[in-house]
């Protein structure tokens, strides 16, 4: 990796890491949930830094890829349970950073992804592989009693790309990819109380444009023109014209324009947690560019 490649890397980091320190603080019960989205997002812009997605605010059960709609009326509530997961880019180089915000009394739910991701951290270097992290993961969140989520996985980043290989399970598995210096990818376990499995709800408020074909009806043409600043990275419904972007948003789904990312939960009633940083695998170790 060239030095202004790793400058990027690191600078985006070090803006994800103090905006989700000083975003998180924010959450409060009786905070709006739409205020405390988009005064996060606009902190990142503040910083001179790109979003590489929309702020992920997931609740209680819901375990990702919630974020506010336009006139979104929740508040913060005792007991909530709020994972807030940050995408910040600089020129497209990317710190994907997660973290739990405990408005009830689930501390220990918090402390196991917690300690699972830090445990992952300290076994990445060259010549590991992706299975033996997602094992230290799973038996970390299972040895305090949850269940790590098995179909939620940590994921390699690329330029303007914010999920490619390699696939960095919560679970254990046999092999995998080997890990090589100069490998970027974010390690995000969940803990959860449930069932340890997502499913889509069918909440939809994250999108990202997966072909350039061109499109003729003009109110889907008017959309597609809005997020080509995105260079493809995912965008929020709420970021929109409102006019019809709900049924428009669908029939680009259906034509294969848009990817859908559905809010992802776990059993109604269950309790998720995460964390999440990026790292860069180094000769002995990794660097962890959102700590
Ligand atoms: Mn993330
Ligand atoms: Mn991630």
């Known amino acids: 990796m060239d030095d202004t490649t790793l400058d990027h890397y690191r600078e985006a980091g070090i803006i994800a890491k103090k905006v989700i320190t000083e975003g998180a603080q924010r959450i409060r019960v009786g905070a709006s949930y739409l205020e405390i989205v988009e005064m996060i997002e606009a902190m990142v812009i ?73 445990n992952a951290i300290k076994k990445v270097r060259p010549r590991v592989t992706v299975g033996e992290l997602g094992s230290v993961i799973q038996m970390e969140i299972e040895s305090r009693g949850y269940r790590p989520i098995s179909n939620l996985t940590g994921h390699g980043l690329g330029r303007y790309i914010i999920h490619c290989p390699p696939t960095i399970p919560n679970v254990g598995i046999n092999g995998g990819v080997v890990l090589e210096e100069g490998m970027v990818f974010a390690i995000e376990p969940f803990a959860s109380t449930g069932s340890g499995r997502v499913s889509d709800k069918t909440r939809r408020e994250i999108y990202q444009q997966i072909s350039t074909k061109p499109v003729r009806i003009p109110s889907a043409r008017a959309i597609i023109d809005h997020i080509r600043e995105r260079k493809g990275l995912p965008f929020a419904r709420r970021w929109l014209p409102e006019r019809k972007s709900e049924i428009t948003l669908s029939g680009l789904v259906r034509s294969q324009h848009l990817h859908v990312y559905p809010v992802l939960s776990d059993i109604a009633g269950s309790l998720v947690s995460q964390h999440e940083h990026t790292l860069i695998v180094t000769n002995e170790g990794c660097i962890v560019t959102t700590r």
Request: charged residues 25%; glycine residues 8%.
């Open 46 to 118: 503040e910083e001179g830094a790109g979003l590489a997605f929309p702020l992920n605010l997931s609740l209680n059960e819901d375990a990702a890829h919630d974020t506010a709609s336009l006139r979104d009326e929740r508040l913060f509530q005792k007991g909530d349970l709020a994972k807030v997961d940050l995408g910040v880019h600089i020129d497209g180089y990317i710190a994907d950073t997660a973290t739990t915000v405990d408005l009830g009394t689930n501390s220990l739910l918090v402390e196991a992804s917690n300690q699972a991701l830090e």
